[in-house]
């Protein structure tokens, strides 16, 4: 693991150094339109071993694999005419499917974990793009945050969670999105959204021209337990109340539309929810301080995006931690077996 590291703006230089980085199996962490990713060469274990290790993730919850155009995806994983006419739509973009995995694919089996399935996506920025086609490789990344953590949306933030367990943040400003990709998954006969994001549903079944299935919980679909379908997930250190018409004494209020006070933090004076998605995260971050007894929310319409802003701070929120514990990929007796071993020197 890293012992500094280093953040740098996205040139010529910083690009091929982040290229030779990940080349050689090391993490560098970059900004996309939706949060900051924390990137491995796919095709490598020890690569994708690293990403567990570094966010304290476990083993058995896969990861997005990032492509810069559809047909290098295409060789990994079996798009339908489903997939291809949402690929067409919103690719490159805030859209992630979980399509089966070809036999021949190269990519590790960590990024799977175990299951048969692949989630892809080609990320809608320019230098998550240039750092993918210059590396040559599908990049695996996950959320630049430790694991259950508030996602980056800054390269500061990614600092903040894994300064010294990444050696490079490339630093290209604040996501544009700022909350995470829509995952639908296309294995099976019915479109489903395990994750709502940055793409609507809406917007989703208008393409499809069908009605989406919505998975639940303990939904069998669903890889036990995905870290975004976790009761408790996005989670600051604070306590949050949600749907909180002003603070009680001691709580920071966190508002919505042009009613909130005016010494609160807004997410969108205009209730505009592509910029109170853009500004969840930081906002939540920026309240996670000492003196904060806990963090009151405004109600969030339950349309269009507002659905993905409700489903991160429901989650915050939820003050149980039911995340079981990590299996031990070397005891056969507990939990599923990973697809291969860590190598060593790892966790
Ligand atoms: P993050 O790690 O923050 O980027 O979140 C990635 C999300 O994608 C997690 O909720 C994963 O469980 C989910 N995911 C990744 N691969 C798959 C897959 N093959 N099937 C279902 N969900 C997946
Ligand atoms: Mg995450």
């Not at 998550?128 to 210059?134: D, E, F, S, T």
């Not at 430790?146 to 630093?171: K, N």
């Not at 909350?179 to 809406?202: C, H, K, Q």
């Amino acid at each position: 693991m890293s012992e500094a590291t280093t953040i740098a703006r996205p040139t010529t230089a910083t690009l091929a150094e982040a290229c030779r980085l990940l080349r050689s199996g090391t993490l560098v962490a970059f900004p996309t339109e939706t949060v900051y990713g924390l990137g491995a060469d796919a095709t490598s274990d020890a690569a994708v071993a690293r990403i567990f290790a570094a966010k304290e993730r476990p083993r058995f919850n896969p990861l997005i694999v990032h492509f810069a155009t559809v047909a290098d995806a295409e060789a990994e994983v079996e798009l339908d005419a489903r997939a291809r006419m949402l690929a067409e739509a919103f690719w490159p973009g805030p859209l992630t499917l979980v399509l089966k995995r070809r036999p021949s694919s190269r990519l590790s089996l960590l990024v799977s974990a175990g299951l048969d399935t692949v989630a892809i996506r080609a990320p809608d920025h320019t230098v998550a793009q240039a750092l993918i086609r210059a590396a040559g490789v599908p990049i695996a990344a996950p959320s630049a945050n430790r694991f259950g953590h508030v996602s980056p949306t800054t390269a500061a933030h990614v600092a903040d969670s894994l300064g010294g367990r990444v050696e490079l943040i490339l630093d290209g400003g604040p996501c544009r999105c700022g909350i995470e990709s829509t995952i639908l998954d296309l294995s099976g006969a019915e479109a489903t959204v395990l994750r709502p994001g940055a793409v609507t549903a809406e917007a989703l079944a208008n393409v499809l021209g069908v009605t989406l299935g919505s998975a639940r919980a303990n939904d069998p679909r669903l890889p036990p337990p995905a870290p975004g379908m976790l009761r408790r997930h996005y989670a600051p250190g604070r306590p949050l109340r949600l749907n909180a018409s002003a603070a009680l004494p001691g709580e920071a209020l966190i508002g919505f539309g042009p009613e909130a006070p005016a010494d609160c933090l807004n997410l969108s004076r205009p209730s505009d929810l592509e910029e109170a998605a853009a500004n969840l995260f930081a906002t939540l971050r920026a309240l996670d301080r000492p003196e904060v007894a806990a963090i009151a929310v405004m109600p969030i319409p339950e349309q269009g995006l507002g659905r993905a802003i409700n489903d991160r701070l429901t989650r915050a929120a939820a003050t149980d931690e039911p995340v079981p514990p990590d299996p031990d990929p070397f005891d056969h007796d507990r939990g599923p077996a990973l697809p291969c071993a860590l190598p060593d020197g790892l966790e």
